[in-house]
């Protein structure tokens, strides 16, 4: 089947502009995550959806940034007046995400990325 | 403050010459250890998962072993194909969230 997919693969801005960063997370998944991968970094968590719960927002930097997600699918990330420093590679994964401890609820899927580069 | 620690932070192998990466971590609370591969420009791919002290998985070239504070990825005779960076992650009781180490980048020199 298919798996998480991200739009758009690159995105080249102007510090100061808006972005949206795009996610399809895995049919059936009701976990979804936002990372952000740096030059030389480990990946860093941003957000975290579970269903109609609330998200968990501890991991956003900057109240710049921020993320929502529609009828328990498709999310997107968005980063207002872009820096320099919000270049990086922005990750999403999924979770099935079932009875406590059942198999399989505990792996993410990474899609393949966006990669933010802001001059 | 959950801390993973991967070493080393790169390794030049001959093809056929097996090694082990190490990833270490915050002892308390463990939910569960997973491995991933990562090419360049491309996302994580999902390796293992492994959740208690003994456990061992294996597919391919590849073993990965869990201790009380650590784990091991070994890579048994290397093909260039495994070149690539492999990520750890752990993910603690009360946590959802994954906590990532820094990678080990690996490259198998034909």
């Known amino acids: 089947g298919a798996g998480v997919s991200q739009s758009p693969s690159n995105k080249v801005t102007e510090k100061g502009k808006d972005v949206e960063l795009r996610c399809d997370p895995i049919?059936?998944?009701?976990?979804l995550y936002w990372y952000r991968q740096s030059l030389g970094q480990g990946l860093e968590f941003l957000i975290y959806f579970q269903g109609n719960s609330a998200p968990d927002k501890s991991g956003l930097p900057s109240d710049r940034f921020s993320a929502e997600r529609t009828g328990g699918s498709v999310s997107t990330l968005t980063i207002q007046r872009t820096q320099q420093e919000d270049s990086a590679v922005y990750l999403c994964a999924s979770r099935l995400s079932g009875l406590a401890g059942g198999p399989g609820t505990d792996t993410q899927y990474f899609g393949p990325g966006t990669r933010l580069t802001v001059l | 403050e959950d801390q993973v620690t991967q070493s080393p932070e790169a390794l030049r192998l001959q093809e056929g010459e097996s090694s082990s990466l190490n990833c270490s971590y915050t002892v308390s609370g463990l939910r569960g250890l997973f491995w991933y591969r990562q090419d360049p420009g491309k996302g994580p791919e999902f390796l293992f998962t492994?959740?208690?002290a003994g456990e061992e998985k294996e597919k391919e070239r590849l073993k990965a072993t869990l201790t009380k504070k650590e784990s091991f990825l070994h890579i048994t005779a290397p093909k260039p194909e495994d070149s690539a960076t492999y990520l750890c992650?752990?993910?603690?009781?009360?946590?959802?969230?994954?906590?990532f180490g820094k990678g080990n980048q690996v490259v198998v020199i034909p």
């Open positions: 049919s059936g998944h009701t976990a």
């Open positions: 492994l959740y208690s």
């Open positions: 992650a752990v993910r603690y009781y009360g946590n959802n969230r994954l906590a």
